[in-house]
């Protein structure tokens, strides 16, 4: 902000609007490049009083679309919600004049009687950006979305399948996914294939929606929910929003989807607390229930965040192999969205809760222990010496191709093998369309971590069938993998750690939509740790291509 005496032109303007002399100008410039000029104008008179004054060029500002903004803003404080009005000059026009060189068009705003979020963030030391205000934000913009305003046909800033103003040739969604595709065309040729079938999908389920989209319902919306346009009293209540230079019609699931975002996992969890939210004062209709997964996967697995992931992997073939992955698993997941949108599912806070009480009571364990297919502990034997490595591998050669030839996935958790099976897993080209992630849990803390009950360890102990079962039951659901893979033991050594450690003792459970099955192996001394991996990884190859068939 920049604070200087008014020139004569702001204070030619100013008269245009206002009665009264200027005594004080500070200037905001939030231009964007040369050809979208914006400076907004906060005038102090003599009295005292303080006004806005926006002076603007570009393709999306003129006189028309100004007034559409000032009829939103009106509909929204009708709804009890404030918003600074917009002003007219004293003719109840907006006057279109040269500033600085171009041809500009004005108006005033209401000064604020709150401060936006980010000024009450910086300014205030309790921390306001902590304070929860997704329900405020939503309820508000679900009670917009039920009113269906339909008086105007220009379309917000996050429109779909049409362009936001002349200068923009594509949609900004289209405009970010071909930035990914530029950017995944560039890769090493390795993974050439698996980022075709990622546009591939990306651009199927594009065009699927745009035939569902048109049915979809729509209103008016200010457009810009971020921390500078939410206004915030001295009591960090919630009061209303400004800005609506991005305001226009829109589908509310668009909106609502666009305007929650972080990493995948978190990501979900905001829109689904968003659409539960929202379902409380708005009827999804049964178009939107059908549409809500396909613009998901338009909106958010090609985004901004993952181009600038896929950007930073640089030649890390690791690092690209994991943004594909995750990319391509978000693209074909059946995330549940509806369950939602009609109130039947719990909050994710009320799904932690009872996930955990489940997890730390006797009925879970009384589970492990007595569940049918859990029962039965099997016990194996391996080769009398050590594994041959190239057998080996070639049994990890049939079983991914196996997989990949049915269409199943796989994951594992592994201790005491350190990720071997899943590195031998992905040894073989295309392993990524069956192998979307997997866990090296070593620690107890880590095996609890990831979803492995801490009442199975302390009962059974971590170098047992229960708890190898567990760890096959906590990573399966993570991806939606249709085999699970949980390993753990000890190999040469005791474990200092926990004192069920038995040298040369390993159990290992394999789970799939049939049950899971619990294995026991007793593993002859070994020359070496690479040696002792390779020997359990042999082992339950054996078992898993019987399991594949």
Known sequence: MKNTAADPAIKEIFARFFDGNIVSADMIDTSRGEADFRNTFILTTEEGEKHVLKIVWNDFTFPEKIRMWQRTIEEYRGLGYYCPRIISDKNGEFPELEYQGHPCVVYAEEY???????????????????WPYAADIWTMTA??????????????????????????????????????????????????????????????????????????????????????????????????????????????????IRENHDDFEEEIKMIREALRIAGRHYAFSEEEKQAVLPLYRCLKPLWYGRVDELKKAENDGEKIQQCLDRIEYYLTADIDFVSYMDGSAPSDQEADRRTEEIACTKDFVDFIENTEESMDVKEIKGPAGAADEAAVRDKYERITRRLIEKKRTITTMESCTSGQVASLITDTEGSSAIMKGAFVTYSNEAKIRMGVPAEVIEKYGVYSAETAAAMAGACRPVYGADIAVGITGSFGNVDPNNSDSIPGEVYFALADKDGTRRYHCTVPAQ???????LYMADVVADRLLKIIG
Do not use: H
């Not at 779909?160 to 040739?169: A, G, M, R």
């Not at 020359?527 to 991996?533: D, E, F, M």
């Open 112 to 130: 604020s009687r709150y401060k936006s979020l980010e000024d009450r963030t910086a300014s205030d030391k309790n921390g306001v950006s902590n």
């Open 143 to 256: 009670k917009v979305a039920a009113k269906k305003f339909d008086y105007t046909d220009f379309p917000s800033g996050y429109c779909l399948f049409e362009t936001f103003c002349p200068s923009d040739p594509v949609d900004e969604v289209l405009e970010v996914a071909l930035e990914w595709k530029k950017t995944a065309d560039a890769l090493p040729k390795e993974f050439s294939g698996q980022a075709r079938r990622i546009w591939d999908l990306w651009s199927g389920n594009r065009k699927m929606l745009e035939e569902l989209y048109a049915k979809l319902p729509t209103s008016v919306f200010q457009a810009d929910l971020n921390a500078s346009n939410l206004l915030i009293d001295e009591d960090g209540s919630f009061k209303g929003v400004c800005d609506f230079n991005l305001c226009g019609k829109d589908v509310f699931l668009n909106y609502l």
């Open 527 to 533: 020359p070496s740790r690479l040696a002792y991996k």
